[in-house]
């Protein structure tokens, strides 16, 4: 199948557009070379004086099956096999041949997947059962923009990470086998119980999560609600109307309260106390695809997994780093001066770009979390050269717009509270 002289280094990227990317940025003319074998497209590129064959997947080539055929369980034997061995809709066929077909010119091998568990294991299913390896040279990196893959290429590890690489398989292996054997227990169960066979999903991820709605819905349905008053006043402090709360969060009884009420009603009170405390408040922390996730939601509504779809498109067009991160560090490696600089050449963010610059300020502040791969979600900074769909548009903004406010000051502003006394009862303002 493969027209490609041999030998060659070949590549392997985690989908097509990342393929392309890392392509256009690795060869020296950035011109690659583009063939399509299977209508799968294959770059060619130049570097070092290597030729390299840059060939996609699309995503997981490989699933888990069950070696015995029989409706049972416990199932305990298990086996990698190709997707559309198992699926009918999975279209990834095309795609196991064409990098059978490579691996046979191939003296050199670079996984090129995302930089996480996932992408461990996609790169590591490849190599062992196509490619016919065990272990591959690794390039490690958070953005798709050129500067990031060359400097991944350049210092790129000898071997994958076994440590993301054996967790990533754990994770595969302990779903699969909680999933079957408890989903065949359960269906099994009820066909006893009703007499008829209905096949019911569990999950790992699923069965807790179930448990968690169930109960929080048992603390709704039960709970039993306890009644309390609160009081709030409306005064005017020089011609200017405020809203006090009486001193007692909350009365026990009605009775309480209305007697309270009686007692200041239309009475003048009197200032008996004012203090005044400096309070801050500072920037945001980045964002790690958790707080992504929350902040579109009470923004657009979109839901987690639209956010990390969308996040995804942004991240293969090179314009935000990696979104499945767990991170709030920003590290200065990342070139925060450089990245500002091409922010400020956008129009909706170079006034605040330009300020930032002009303040020499280019430690962002950062939050508490971290992750071993991948820093805080984070503009690039690259050009935008087309218009962005509206939702991608959204998050874009969003992404930007915190990324800048990490080197903005914080805001100062006097907290000053006002005890005011009306026939003995306090309030506050």
């Known amino acids: 199948m493969s027209s490609i002289e041999a030998p060659y280094i070949l590549g392997i990227a985690e989908k097509p557009q990342a393929a392309r990317r890392i392509a256009y940025a690795l060869d020296e003319n950035n011109k690659p070379q583009n063939k399509r074998l299977k209508n799968i497209p294959i770059y060619i590129c130049k570097r070092d004086g290597k030729k390299i064959v840059i060939a996609p997947a699309v995503g997981h080539l490989f699933t888990l099956s069950s070696i015995g055929k029989t409706w ?76 990031d893959i060359i400097n991944a290429f350049d210092q790129r590890e000898k071997s994958l990470d076994m440590g993301f690489l054996n967790s990533g398989l754990i994770r595969h292996y302990i779903d699969w086998l909680y999933g079957i054997n408890y989903s065949r227990a359960l269906s099994l169960a009820f066909k006893r119980v009703s007499g008829r066979f209905k096949t019911i999903s569990i999950g790992r991820v699923q069965g807790p999560t179930l448990g968690s709605v169930v109960e929080h819905e048992n603390n709704i349905k039960f709970f039993v609600p306890i009644p309390y008053w609160t009081i709030k006043s409306e005064v005017i402090l020089n011609k200017e109307n405020f809203t006090t709360i009486y001193e007692e969060a909350k009365l026990k009884t009605q009775k309480e309260a209305i007697q309270v009420v009686k007692d200041c009603s239309g009475l003048t009170g009197k200032i008996s106390n004012v203090s005044e405390e400096p309070s801050f408040l500072y920037p945001f922390p980045p964002f790690n695809l958790g707080n992504l996730q929350r902040e579109t939601y009470n923004h657009f509504k979109f839901s987690p997994t639209k956010t990390l779809e969308i996040a995804e498109k942004l991240y293969l067009k090179a314009l935000i780093s990696y979104p499945r991160t767990d991170s709030q560090k920003l590290p200065m490696t990342l070139g925060h001066k450089s990245i500002l600089a091409k922010i400020s050449k956008q129009h909706n963010y ?26 805080a979600i984070h503009p690039t900074g690259k050009e935008l050269n087309e218009i962005l769909p509206p939702d991608e548009k959204k998050l874009y903004d969003l992404i930007v717009k915190r ?15 006002i005890q005011i006394l009306v026939n003995k009862h306090k309030f506050e303002v």
């Open 72 to 147: 049972n369980y416990p199932v305990l034997d298990y086996e990698w096999v190709p997707s559309h061995l198992v699926y009918k809709n999975a279209r990834t066929k095309n795609f196991t041949d064409v990098f059978k077909s490579l691996a046979k010119g191939a003296d050199d091998v670079i996984i090129m997947t995302d930089f996480d568990r996932e992408g461990e294991v996609i790169g590591y299913l490849i190599l062992k059962y196509l490619v016919g390896k065990n272990n591959a040279e690794r390039m490690k990196f958070s953005t798709l923009t050129r500067r």
């Open 350 to 375: 170079n006034v605040f770009a330009n300020e930032i610059i002009a303040a020499k300020k280019y430690k962002p502040r950062e939050g508490k979390q971290t992750d071993a791969a991948h820093p």
């Open 403 to 417: 990324y800048l406010s990490l080197f903005g000051k914080r805001a100062e502003f006097l907290k000053r509270t």
